[in-house]
């Protein structure tokens, strides 16, 4: 089945340093990937997607290649600030599972100055 | 520019007790999905309408009940609550399409005790 796989956090960093969170993906058909931001006490908010390989999803200074080859859809941001700290979740969507978003199980970034 | 709109944001059940968690977007969206946040599992289907009139199981269906009412509302009912099912919820629309991301409401904190 569809699964989507996520860098256990937390992971910790201090301001200006760079960011990755790797995320992996099975998937049976050709999914579209997204990254979804959820800061404190709110819902989560879509950061950025792909919908087709090599794509570049990007915003707010974050990157995201779809890379079919490797099945991944790690995310980056060259110098992270304390606003950043939230938890990130990868998901994809399926054609052929129906459109219901599957998610990864969330990564908790934490940014000190 | 109310996008997703859920009530109420926190509740406590006693075990047995019954609920209705309201659900409503203004986006004219096709599709509305229900799920459920618990630490370290990410987020979870429960329950989606990918269109009005139609409804489907998700991942985590047991113990819940929906209701499509039209276009813009989206209901999940507890019948009797459990412990188990203590968590935040999260209801999402969608234009309907692999493309397109979810918008998030700002979730239901439920506490079953």
């Known amino acids: 089945g569809n699964s989507v796989t996520q860098m256990e956090g937390p992971v910790t960093l201090s301001e200006e340093a760079f960011l990755t969170i790797n995320c992996t993906y099975t998937?049976?058909?050709?999914?579209?990937l997204f990254w979804y931001v959820q800061y404190p006490g709110e819902g989560l908010q879509l950061l950025l997607k792909a919908t087709k390989a090599d794509d570049k999803g990007s915003n707010k200074g974050f990157e995201a290649t779809y890379r079919k080859e490797t099945t991944s859809f790690h995310l980056e941001k060259g110098s992270v600030q304390v606003s950043d700290s939230a938890v990130y979740f990868c998901?994809?969507?399926?054609?052929?599972?129906?459109?219901?978003?599957?998610f990864g199980k969330g990564t908790t970034l934490s940014v000190s100055s | 520019n109310a996008g997703v709109t859920q009530t109420p944001k926190f509740q406590v059940l006693k075990t047995g007790q019954s609920m209705t968690l309201q659900c409503a977007q203004d986006m004219n969206h096709n599709s509305m999905y229900w799920y459920r946040q618990d630490p370290g599992m990410g987020l979870r289907l429960i329950y989606y309408s990918a269109s009005e009139g139609t409804t489907d199981k998700g991942e985590v269906p047991n113990g819940y009940n929906v209701s499509r009412l039209n276009k813009r509302e989206f209901s999940l009912r507890l019948e009797s609550a459990a412990p188990s099912q203590t968590s935040v919820y999260f209801c999402?629309?969608?234009?309907?399409?692999?493309?397109?991301?979810?918008?998030f409401g700002s979730g239901t904190r439920l506490t079953v005790v």
């Open positions: 998937a049976t058909g050709y999914p579209s």
């Open positions: 999402a629309s969608q234009l309907q399409g692999i493309n397109y991301g979810y918008t």
């Open positions: 998901a994809l969507s399926d054609s052929q599972a129906g459109t219901a978003l599957i």
